[in-house]
């Protein structure tokens, strides 16, 4: 009868979390769907979003199975909870049979536990989305799904977009190693995933799983936990080793190298997580308020929210785990400045001695080797997964302490979680448009509003493409294109400069489809080819306009005063 009933136990409580996951993905594709709903133009593209949601639900259920443990009060500030500092509900009779959870040593979880995971309560374990802390871990998913620093590259098309699920289960993997009986095959699922970040994109090694080994091997080494210390490193090793070989037989996939500074640009400054995208119904604000402009020409914002900000700070305040999860985001935020110390666009300087030096970051070094090409604003993505980690405590704490054992609290746990859900995806999702499919003529518009003509479902899908304001320009100029079936497309570009090389690039192709030379006013064509789907051209400038560090310093920009597409 034991053996029976501890059998139902297991399959009800892996029932449960089958449920609990259908349940999640279920929601995050539902709000994929209405960001981008009835316009969806690519419908794979709406499937695989949601597993970046999924991928950080599943981190977060794991690492949150039982109430996370708050920093002890001090001395005289009242008495500390039973359990290590436990947030307890008295309420709950069930609850409170539970004895308290043994001391730890040094109150910090013992050897064996994972770094970033709170230690065990002693609680009953919450599987059902349901629960407090699967309510918890929705929302750290959904915080990850719509921050920016996922959702822009994903709207941009960037083909690392659908993937960014891998790191984030690649980080799963490698803390599970934590575990003291840990067998071969969890170390292959390590490998296995830090080859699959490698292979949908070799540049996913670069900025996020090189941040996340570095600071779980770091925290491993911290708690003196050398067996596990020796299952990472056995397991980047083995997965370095599988990318090598793998993309030396498919053939590694080539990548646009960036102009000569243009990794200044492509670098965060330290306010960037407080800077909305410029589709942000705050950006106005922070243009008119603080005298800050949010940069249009950003490739990714680091933009942390309102409500994902807020629930971060109360996890990092309250649970002593949180702080793993933080230095992972200062990491990646202090590769993520780049070479040179920026505020807002323009390196920060000091004059000594008559001489303007801007202040040097680690990354300059890195930069500086040989053959080192890098965007750092992409070190964002392991600062979003951290974001999302840190909210996803804050949110636990919050949900619990209204939500206990008594129906009328469930509920209020409930409405609270809810509510936080309608805010993330108001505050993030609505500042990152998703693609959409083209619109019909407009009925009404002006310099701030258009009514478009929505066209029927069954009208088919046309040759469309988004042409850019005529204007100057200092860095680039992206047209987005969508073509139904493979063609052929005639550029044509009326372009005045003073001797200035512009690029034409079709997407990430490493070799440009166009180099322009422009003195003075000329005309330009390109025929390029396009498969069918959606691509992104670009006119790059050659060197780009740096921020200059001298004012007395003068960029020649490129004035587009026409341009067409058409298709041939």
């Not at 210390?229 to 997965?239: D, E, F, H, M, S």
């Not at 965007?375 to 980690?389: D, K, N, T, Y």
């Not at 809810?418 to 619109?439: C, H, K, N, W, Y």
């Amino acid at each position: 009868m034991t053996s029976d009933g501890g059998s139902r136990t297991r399959h009800g409580g892996r029932g449960a979390s089958l449920r609990a996951y259908a349940a999640a993905f279920l929601v995050y594709l539902l709000v994929a769907v209405v960001l981008a709903s009835p316009l969806a133009a690519d419908p794979t593209g709406l499937v695989t979003l949601p597993l970046n949601g999924l991928a950080a639900f599943a981190l977060m259920r794991w690492l949150n199975p039982s109430p996370p443990t708050p920093l002890p009060r001090k001395r005289g500030e009242g008495r500390t909870p039973p359990g290590e500092g436990e947030v307890r509900t008295a309420n709950s009779q069930e609850e409170a049979k539970v004895p308290p959870a043994p001391p730890l040593e040094g109150g910090e979880g013992r050897r064996g536990d994972p770094p970033g995971r709170p230690p065990p309560s002693g609680r009953p374990v919450e599987r059902a989305l349901g629960g407090v802390d699967g309510r918890a871990a929705f929302l750290a998913g959904l915080i990850f799904m719509l921050c920016p620093a996922t959702l822009e590259p994903f709207a941009a098309g960037d083909a690392a977009a659908r993937f960014q699920w891998t790191p984030v289960l690649y980080a799963l993997a490698l803390l599970r190693l934590s575990a003291p009986s840990v067998s071969r095959i969890g170390i292959a699922v390590a490998v296995i995933l830090f080859a699959a970040s490698g292979l949908s994109d070799p540049r996913q090694i670069v900025y996020a799983v090189t941040p996340i080994s570095t600071i779980v091997l770091i925290g491993w080494a911290w708690r003196r936990d050398w067996a596990a210390l020796r299952r990472g490193i056995a397991a980047l090793i083995l997965g370095g080793l599988l990318v090598t070989v793998a993309l030396r037989l498919i053939g590694a996939p080539g990548a646009a190298l960036h102009a000569p500074g243009q990794i200044i640009n492509d670098s965060l400054s330290l306010i960037s997580p407080l800077l909305p995208p410029p589709n942000h119904a705050l950006s106005a604000f922070v243009d008119v308020s603080l005298g800050v402009a949010s940069p249009d020409s950003m490739p990714i914002s680091a933009y942390v929210g309102l409500i994902g900000g807020l629930l971060a700070l109360i996890g990092v305040v309250r649970v002593r785990a949180a702080r793993f999860w933080l230095g992972l985001g200062a990491l990646a935020f202090l590769l993520g400045l780049g070479p040179l110390l920026k505020a807002v666009d323009r390196p920060l300087t000091f004059v000594i001695d008559g001489v303007t030096s801007a202040i040097s970051l680690p990354l300059a070094w890195i930069a500086a080797l040989p053959g080192i090409d890098l965007a750092p604003a992409r070190f964002a993505l392991p600062m979003g997964l951290s974001l999302a980690v840190l909210a996803g405590y804050g949110a636990a704490l919050i949900i619990r302490s209204v939500g206990d054992g008594r129906r009328a609290h469930r509920f209020a746990g409930w409405a609270v979680a809810g509510a936080l859900a309608v805010g993330i995806a108001l505050d993030m999702g609505t500042s990152t448009p998703l693609p959409m499919t083209r619109l019909g003529a407009p009925l009404d518009e002006d310099d701030a509003f258009a009514a478009l003509e929505i066209p029927p479902g069954s009208a088919p899908s046309t040759f469309t493409a988004a042409l850019p304001a005529s204007g100057a320009f200092t860095e680039s100029v992206v047209i987005p294109v969508y073509t139904p079936a493979t063609t052929g497309a005639l550029l044509t570009a009326a372009l005045a400069a003073d001797g200035r090389d512009v690029i034409v690039r079709i997407d990430d192709q490493p070799e440009p489809a166009a180099r322009w030379t422009i003195s003075g006013a000329a005309e330009a064509a390109v025929f390029i080819g396009l498969e069918a789907g959606f691509h992104r051209i670009t006119l790059t400038l050659d060197p780009p306009c740096v921020a200059a560090l001298d004012p007395t310093l003068v960029c020649r920009p490129v004035t587009l005063e026409r341009l067409t597409l058409e298709k041939g």
